[in-house]
């Protein structure tokens, strides 16, 4: 099946418009979310797997007349996810570089307010350390990069999952 066009254009679309779904979901948690720390933050790692579901049936029940292998489910998984991680990080990478960068500057100075009343008591040497490293973790580029890097850690688990159960045989009996 992935030798398809079908295939192809199911994966490509999917994943594009799942990347920037789920970058519109980030920006909307990393928006509106007050704490530091919430589940919330979830959403961004777990909403790309219904994206791999949504191409596997949907190619299966338009195009493959409801039956697809392990392997084309797989392979599409995959496929999705490749394209759904490249672009949520580019996504991230240049909206927070040049289009929304106080977000990121406000998300930051919360951060490390947290992080500095926690540790009143340390010395002004550790409490500049604190605030520099905090600003290399936030960097648009590092969040690009810890975003695609988690993502496609998981999405080899997802990929099999979802591959699992969008497998159907042909069960039409003559």
């Keep these: 099946m992935y030798k398809n066009w079908q ?34 933050y979830l959403a961004a790692y777990i909403t790309p797997a219904f994206f791999y579901w949504y191409a596997c049936t949907r190619l299966r029940n ?14 599409l998984s995959l496929l999705t996810g490749l394209i759904l991680i490249t672009l949520m990080s580019a996504a991230i990478y240049f909206v927070y570089t040049y289009l929304n960068n106080p977000t990121l500057e406000f998300r930051i100075n919360r951060i490390e307010t947290e992080l500095i009343s926690n540790e009143a008591t340390s010395g002004l040497g550790k409490i500049n350390s604190t605030r520099q490293f905090v600003r290399e973790l936030m960097t ?22 979802i591959a699992i159960f969008a497998r159907r045989k042909n069960r039409y009996l003559d």
């Excluded at 490509?12 to 589940?39: A, D, K, P, R």
């Excluded at 338009?62 to 392979?75: D, E, K, L």
Aim: proline fraction near 3%.
């Design 62 to 75: 338009r195009y493959a007349q409801g039956v697809m292998s392990f392997s084309t489910g797989f392979r």
């Design 140 to 161: 648009p580029k590092y969040l690009a990069v810890m975003q695609a890097t988690v993502n496609l850690v998981l999405l080899p688990v997802y990929a099999f999952f």
């Design 7 to 40: 295939f192809w254009v199911v994966g490509s679309f999917t994943g594009f418009f799942g990347g920037l779904l789920t970058f519109l979901i980030l920006f909307l948690v990393n928006l509106l979310v007050v704490s530091e720390y919430s589940y919330l």
